[in-house]
């Protein structure tokens, strides 16, 4: 990993304190931060389960946010990189979205939001959906997703996962045929991914299409194993669990994202005595073990508008930006100062966090591995 000087030096200069600070503040500022803080205050109103924005409809393509066939975002790739055809895709990824949605005027965003009230809506479909358009056909479902302020209220994050599941429903029954499939998903999608894999696949004979689950930015407890689903220590391992949380060296805020959570375990909420965070490492696949930069063959910059509605060439990949370690639950990364635009945020600037970026730093090496799982899985 590279060891940042340029950025331990100012933290060591303790007479910068205060400049520093300063700079911080305008680089939140400058790059959005304060409408992150707005969007988490809550509504003016309690959560009311009877005043819900209308349910989507699965038989309508208007309820998905990418299904085959549309050459959406989605199915773009960087340079020398090649989309499957979706007629030879030999697998499908069921892909559960992050919190896309800006407003914090209600605890429910409706399912259909648009891209200007959600506009992580195509960033996520650039950045995180296309990693797996090189094995598989991939389905996105819009649904009522928890706002920011929604996040840590139970009702409304029953509903969206309501809709989550019933989604799924719909996969299965018209359009899986009984092929294998992966389990993915980023921050609040991935804690409804937890619900859905325990809920709709692991008692289910759909277990043993399962591929592989890539539950990416979020909580995962260590504990799948004790329901039959390992977590993953090697690069073609199927039927296993995979998470990370990106975080820059020594950062101890940016473990918000997995600590004093509350997460669905064997049909009930659970708020506490919490399991230990999974944390495999996306460019060895292995739980222990350090990997340098040198081994991370090529990193997404985060999307920039504008960014249109179908497919299209992305970026060429960055080699080299950093290397990776599990510790403690948390993946931590090394990011030069001297990185790239589309690798520093105000959530990494503030608290260490390269939320993000989860998948973006390691776009290359999950894009290779979400293949091999599958050939895996075939070949078995």
Request: hydrophobic share 45%; proline share 8%; with cysteine.
């Amino acid at each position: 990993m590279r060891n940042g000087r340029g950025r331990r030096r100012v933290k060591r200069a303790s007479g910068c304190a205060g400049v520093l600070l300063l700079l911080l503040i305008l680089a939140f500022t400058a790059l959005g931060g304060w409408g992150l803080i707005a969007a988490m205050r809550a509504p003016a109103t309690p959560f009311d389960p009877r005043h819900v924005p209308p349910a989507p409809d699965y038989a309508k393509p208007a309820a998905w946010l990418a299904l085959p066939g549309r050459n959406g975002l989605e199915r773009s790739t960087p340079p020398g990189i090649a989309a499957v055809n979706e007629t030879q895709a030999r697998a499908d990824v069921f892909f559960v979205h992050p919190t896309t949605f800006k407003g914090n005027s209600m605890w429910l965003a409706p399912f259909d939001a648009s891209d200007k009230a959600a506009p992580l809506n195509a960033p996520v479909l650039l950045d995180q959906a296309s990693v797996f358009n090189g094995c598989c056909r991939i389905y996105v479902p819009r649904y009522r997703q928890a706002s920011l302020a929604g996040l840590g209220v139970p009702g409304a994050m029953d509903v969206a996962y309501a809709d989550i599941a019933r989604a799924f429903r719909h996969y299965l029954a018209h359009d899986n045929g009984g092929r294998p499939f992966l389990i993915a998903s980023h921050s609040q999608g991935t804690a409804h991914a937890i619900r859905l894999l325990q809920e709709e696949v692991l008692k289910t004979p759909y277990r043993r299409q399962l591929v592989a689950a890539f539950l990416i930015g979020g909580y995962v407890p260590d504990t799948f194993g004790e329901l039959g689903l390992p977590v993953c220590n090697h690069a073609r391992q199927t039927g296993c669990v995979l998470s990370y949380n990106t975080a820059e060296a020594g950062r101890g805020s940016a473990r918000m994202v997995i600590d004093n959570k509350s997460y669905w375990w064997r049909g009930a909420l659970r708020t506490s005595g919490q399991a230990k965070a999974v944390c495999v490492n996306p460019l060895t696949w292995r739980v222990a073990g350090a990997a340098p930069a040198t081994g991370n063959a090529g990193s997404l910059p985060f999307p920039a508008a504008p960014f249109g509605t179908s497919a299209k060439r992305l970026p060429a990949l960055v080699p080299h930006l950093t290397g990776a370690v599990c510790r403690d639950g948390m993946l931590d990364v090394d990011v030069p100062w001297s990185a790239p635009s589309g690798f520093i945020d105000p959530l990494s600037l503030v608290f260490g966090s390269y939320h993000l970026n989860d998948y973006g730093f390691f776009y290359d090496s999950l894009r290779r591995n979400a293949n091999d799982r599958v050939a895996a899985w075939s070949a078995r």
